[in-house]
C-alpha cells in the first residue's frame, strides 16, 4: 500500500524521478513561515533524507503564517512538531531533528557530516544567512535562499533568481553587499519578491537572534517563498543525472 501515496507524482515524473527523489539529501534551515512549508513540500514529493534546523518553540505570533503554529503547540519546539508532521506524511522519511541555532562552527560541522545534495535557507535573519551561505559555497553544495518575505502581499511578484538579479528587498541588498565581501557575486538562487515594502509595517526589536527589525506579514506570502524554494530544489533533483 506504501508506495500508492505517490501515484499522481509517479504519473507526473516517472518511477526514475521518484527514485531520484528518495535518495536524496536535503538540507532546511529555519521552520518559520518559509521553511515549515518548503519542508513539507519536499516530504510530499518523496524527498527520502532530510535533516531540519530551528532552534525555537512555536509563539502566539506565528499562528498568522506558520505551518507548525497552532493554539495547540504553543511552547512546543519547530522542529519536533514539523518533524511528527513530516513523517506522518512519510513514515520512511530519514529525518534528523536539530533542534538549535546554528552558531558559524556548527554549521560547518553539519555541512561536513550531512553529505546534502541541496540546502534551504529559510533563515531570517542576516548574520546566521550569511555563514550557512558562505559556507555552502565553499564546499560547492547547491543552495537557494529565501530573502524577505514580510512587508509583502502581492503572490505575483515572488519568483526565483540569481541572487544577483534580485530587487526591491532590502534582506536580499544586505546578504548581496556581504557576499560581495566574500568575493561571491552571484551562483545562489533565491526567492524574492520584487514588491516595494510597505514601511509602514516595520517593527523594531530587541535584537534577539541576530534580529533588530521585522515587517508585518500576511498568512499567504512566506508559505509561497517556501513553495517556489521547494519547487527549485524538487525541479532540480528530478532532472539531475
Not at 538540507?27 to 518523496?46: D, N, Q, T, Y
Not at 555563514?131 to 511578484?157: E, H, N, Q, T
Not at 561571491?184 to 516595520?202: A, D, M, P, T, W
Amino acid at each position: 500500500m506504501d508506495k500508492y501515496w505517490l501515484e499522481r507524482t509517479e504519473l507526473l515524473i516517472k518511477e526514475e524521478g521518484l527514485e531520484k527523489l528518495n535518495k536524496a539529501n536535503v538540507l532546511v534551515v529555519g521552520l518559520g513561515g518559509v521553511g515549515s512549508f518548503a519542508a513539507e513540500f519536499l516530504a510530499r514529493a518523496g524527498v527520502g533524507n532530510m535533516t531540519i534546523v530551528d532552534g525555537d518553540t512555536v509563539d502566539i505570533t506565528n499562528i498568522n503564517r506558520q505551518l507548525p503554529a497552532l493554539h495547540s503547540t504553543v511552547g512546543k519546539h519547530k522542529v519536533e512538531v514539523v518533524g511528527e508532521r513530516l513523517l506522518d506524511i512519510n513514515p520512511k522519511l530519514a529525518l534528523i531533528k536539530i533542534n538549535e541555532f546554528l552558531n558559524p562552527e556548527r554549521m560547518d560541522q553539519v555541512l561536513d557530516e550531512g553529505n546534502f545534495n541541496y540546502i534551504l535557507d529559510c533563515i531570517d535573519s542576516v548574520t546566521p544567512k550569511l555563514k550557512l551561505l558562505i559556507a555552502a559555497r565553499r564546499r560547492k553544495i547547491k543552495v537557494v535562499s529565501s530573502m524577505g518575505a514580510g512587508g509583502k502581499v502581492d503572490p505575483s511578484k515572488v519568483m526565483v533568481r540569481d541572487i544577483s538579479k534580485s530587487h526591491n528587498c532590502h534582506l536580499a541588498r544586505q546578504i548581496r553587499k556581504r557576499l560581495k565581501k566574500e568575493k561571491i557575486n552571484k551562483g545562489i538562487r533565491c526567492v524574492f519578491s520584487n514588491e516595494i515594502q510597505n514601511e509602514e509595517s516595520l517593527k523594531m526589536t530587541d535584537g534577539t537572534n541576530y534580529k533588530r527589525s521585522f515587517y508585518g506579514t500576511i498568512s499567504y506570502i512566506p508559505a509561497i517563498f517556501g513553495l517556489y524554494a521547494a519547487a527549485e530544489v524538487i525541479n532540480h533533483l528530478v532532472k539531475k543525472e
